[in-house]
């Protein structure tokens, strides 16, 4: 993967096709890029709303993971990709973010404030019509499905981890998440206690 730095309120590098990452992407994009650099989409919140059948949970046993929902805004970060590596990325995201999700077309705003320029980006957005949706607002149901998840990348519990640490190197911090994590930690470690 090759990275270009650049001040977020440079103009962005000609040609280039963007991709929004808000939960894992940010850390972990598996695409050829030429631009990486914070971003700001208004119009969605991130949330937790979509069960992981794969990654981090399995179909008996689902994890809980980060998706978008309308309303807010969302910091995550924005990857500009070059026209020769923009069917592959499209391939493997479509891919890893399976069935579930819609790709849309969305503006995004370069920079942590969103004061930088606007550029179009596909974001993949949790499908409320498939199954895979969490449309439970069950905090302890949530909590649950965090701590319990175990997929083929880890555990969801790790995964709110990461994302928690992510977005802090950024000078991020969402205290639902981190709300969420130490209700998580709770409930993981009482389920060791009583076995």
Known sequence: MTQVAAPDTAPPLAGLTWFFGYGSLIWRPGFSYAERRPALLSGYHRAFCRYSFR???????????IGLREGGSCVGVAYGVAAPDVPAALDYLDE????????????LRLGLEGAGPEVTA????????????????????????????HG?????????????????????????????LAAAQRHARNERLAL
Do not use: C, K
Not at 55 to 65: A, D, I, M, Q, S
């Open 122 to 149: 596909w974001v993949y957005i949790p499908n409320p019509e498939h199954p895979s949706y969490f449309g439970e607002q069950d905090f302890a149901r949530l909590v649950a499905l965090v701590a319990g998840g």
């Open 96 to 107: 890893r973010e399976g069935a579930g999700y819609l790709r849309r077309e969305q503006p």
């Open 152 to 180: 083929e990348s880890g555990t969801a519990l790790d995964y709110l981890r990461d994302l928690i640490a992510h977005l802090a190197e950024m000078g991020i911090t969402e205290p639902e998440l981190a709300h969420v």
């Open 55 to 65: 990654h981090r949970g399995t179909p008996e046993h689902p994890g809980l993971v």
